[in-house]
């Protein structure tokens, strides 16, 4: 049946529509931390959480919010009184940390990114942009034309000048050997360099932990570094919190505050898990910047109220059962663990990760050369085990991803990571 489906996929969707695994997965059904596909075959889900499900499959309180509200209403999000919206965004401003925040919602990361580009340039009166190496911000026009991430990035024509910063990667590039002092140093150095040559940029985009990138994160304090060369100039900061947001990296609830030195960001972006699984993006911003447009500007289905509701239910459960602080300490015991596999393994080069956002790198051993086959081989693995796992980290994608939904136990933590050793020790 699955592969029926798998061709009637190829025949009618793109080609670029990647799908995981050689013989493609159906997912049918999940609850908690577990899914199940179509043969009935049960999988722990250590890659859902970034994608849609921040806390949990099937969580009760979304799936009721959801049930009662879209058999109640859903209308214009944006033309009439919109109660779900006005509380969830009340949240969000108050989470935000953002002084004056006023909050816009979307339908997907690279709409809310769409919209701080839209702001930033209108603001700023240019479109020019700087963006990190190495960086993923979605797959729009404008978004795909910031992504630094060249294998993620499907055309080379942009509606923006970008211009890229070096800083997103720690381990790789020309300071890869630099301590963390000089590292930042030598970016902040190399950023004024470039905005001497430059049209005054609107606005720099990163990723606090870049996602799609491999989950790499640089020293902490380099944007709050980055940021006081850019507010002399009036160049905006833009922190893209669509992977990061929400506690994820269980130190921080913002991505950002690992750089905090020096206050918020000036327009923060979050998608992803906020819904679990109902699609909500967002942009939040002082209002002096949000209000910077001249036109109306509707959505028709930004913040509708089925997605709302969804949202309160699920940020509810999020904050009532302090899944940052879960994320915190089950992701710490699951690095640990997999730092310690990892020593026993010549391909992985680097367990690295903040809370439950761990990414593995793999390459040829001895080398920095990255083993994409390798990746495969452990995805595949995995997967007969019993495990879902990501693939990330540019066009080789070498780096095996994993973020669980944030209610991960500690016992589902070492069930996953001893299927995951078992693959990783079948390279
Ligand atoms: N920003 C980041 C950091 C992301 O990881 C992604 C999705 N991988 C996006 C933006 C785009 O989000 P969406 O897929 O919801 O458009």
Same mark, same amino acid.
């Given at each position: 049946?699955?592969?029926?489906?798998?061709?009637?996929?190829?025949?009618?969707?793109?080609?670029?529509?990647?799908? *995981?695994?050689?013989?493609?997965?159906?997912?049918?059904?999940?609850?908690?931390?577990?899914?199940?596909?179509?043969?009935?075959?049960?999988?722990?889900?250590?890659?859902?959480?970034?994608?849609?499900?921040?806390?949990?499959?099937?969580?009760?309180? @979304?799936?009721?919010? @959801?049930?009662?509200?879209?058999?109640?209403?859903?209308?214009?999000?944006?033309?009439?009184?919109?109660?779900?919206?006005?509380?969830?965004?009340?949240?969000?401003?108050? /989470?935000?940390?953002?002084?004056?925040?006023? @909050?816009?919602?979307?339908?997907?990361?690279?709409?809310?990114?769409?919209?701080?580009?839209?702001?930033?340039?209108?603001?700023? =009166?240019?479109?020019?942009?700087?963006?990190?190496?190495?960086?993923?911000?979605? =797959?729009?026009?404008?978004?795909?034309?910031?992504?630094?991430?060249?294998?993620?990035?499907?055309?080379?024509?942009?509606?923006?000048?970008?211009? *890229?910063?070096?800083?997103?990667?720690?381990? =790789?590039?020309? *300071?890869?050997?630099?301590?963390?002092?000089?590292?930042?140093?030598?970016?902040?150095?190399?950023?004024?360099?470039?905005?001497?040559?430059?049209?005054?940029?609107?606005?720099? !985009?990163?990723?606090?932990?870049?996602?799609?990138?491999?989950?790499?994160?640089?020293?902490?304090?380099? *944007?709050?570094?980055?940021?006081?060369? /850019?507010?002399?100039?009036?160049?905006?900061?833009?922190?893209?919190?669509?992977?990061?947001?929400?506690?994820?990296?269980?130190?921080?609830?913002?991505?950002?505050?690992?750089?905090?030195?020096?206050?918020?960001?000036?327009?923060?972006?979050?998608?992803?898990? !906020?819904?679990?699984?109902?699609?909500?993006?967002?942009?939040?911003?002082?209002?002096?910047?949000?209000?910077?447009?001249?036109?109306?500007?509707?959505?028709?289905?930004?913040?509708?109220?089925?997605?709302?509701?969804?949202?309160?239910?699920?940020?509810?459960?999020?904050?009532?059962?302090? /899944?940052?602080?879960?994320?915190? =300490?089950?992701?710490?015991?699951?690095?640990?663990?997999?730092?310690?596999?990892?020593?026993?393994?010549?391909?992985?080069?680097?367990?690295?990760?903040?809370?439950?956002?761990?990414?593995?790198?793999?390459?040829?051993?001895?080398?920095?050369?990255?083993?994409?086959?390798?990746?495969?081989?452990?995805?595949?693995?995995?997967?007969?085990?019993? /495990?879902?796992?990501?693939?990330?980290?540019?066009?080789?994608?070498? @780096?095996?991803? !994993?973020?669980?939904?944030?209610?991960?136990?500690?016992?589902?933590?070492?069930?996953?990571?001893?299927?995951?050793?078992?693959?990783?020790?079948?390279?």
């Amino acid at each position: 049946m699955t592969r029926d489906l798998f061709a009637r996929h190829r025949a009618v969707l793109p080609d670029w529509l990647a799908l *995981y695994y050689e013989d493609p997965l159906e997912i049918t059904h999940g609850e908690g931390r577990y899914v199940w596909d179509a043969a009935g075959n049960k999988y722990l889900d250590f890659f859902g959480g970034i994608l849609t499900t921040m806390t949990a499959h099937a969580l009760p309180e @979304v799936t009721k919010a @959801v049930a009662e509200q879209a058999g109640r209403i859903v209308h214009s999000s944006t033309l009439y009184l919109n109660r779900p919206m006005v509380e969830l965004a009340e949240r969000v401003a108050q /989470l935000s940390g953002i002084p004056d925040a006023r @909050v816009f919602f979307t339908t997907s990361g690279t709409e809310a990114n769409d919209t701080a580009l839209l702001l930033a340039t209108a603001y700023r =009166r240019s479109n020019a942009i700087l963006a990190m190496r190495n960086s993923y911000h979605g =797959r729009s026009f404008s978004t795909v034309g910031i992504t630094g991430n060249r294998g993620w990035s499907p055309t080379s024509l942009s509606p923006l000048q970008t211009l *890229y910063v070096h800083g997103g990667v720690r381990t =790789r590039g020309p *300071y890869a050997d630099l301590d963390d002092r000089d590292f930042i140093d030598a970016c902040v150095t190399d950023l004024k360099d470039l905005l001497g040559h430059s049209r005054a940029p609107a606005a720099l !985009i990163a990723e606090p932990v870049q996602g799609v990138g491999g989950f790499t994160s640089p020293p902490d304090g380099l *944007y709050a570094a980055f940021r006081e060369v /850019l507010h002399e100039r009036g160049i905006l900061w833009i922190s893209d919190e669509v992977q990061t947001g929400w506690g994820r990296t269980g130190e921080h609830f913002w991505g950002w505050q690992a750089h905090a030195r020096s206050g918020p960001p000036d327009i923060v972006t979050f998608a992803k898990g !906020i819904g679990n699984g109902m699609s909500i993006g967002g942009v939040v911003a002082r209002a002096e910047i949000m209000n910077c447009l001249d036109a109306n500007s509707i959505s028709t289905f930004g913040g509708t109220q089925v997605t709302m509701a969804a949202g309160l239910a699920n940020l509810n459960h999020l904050l009532e059962h302090d /899944l940052q602080g879960n994320a915190r =300490r089950v992701g710490g015991l699951l690095i640990e663990r997999l730092r310690a596999v990892a020593a026993q393994v010549p391909h992985v080069r680097e367990v690295r990760g903040r809370g439950l956002m761990i990414g593995v790198e793999l390459t040829r051993p001895g080398t920095d050369e990255a083993a994409p086959e390798a990746a495969s081989t452990v995805l595949e693995e995995a997967r007969a085990g019993g /495990l879902l796992v990501g693939k990330g980290g540019g066009h080789s994608t070498s @780096v095996l991803r !994993i973020a669980p939904p944030m209610s991960l136990t500690v016992a589902e933590a070492e069930e996953g990571a001893a299927i995951l050793e078992r693959a990783l020790r079948s390279i």
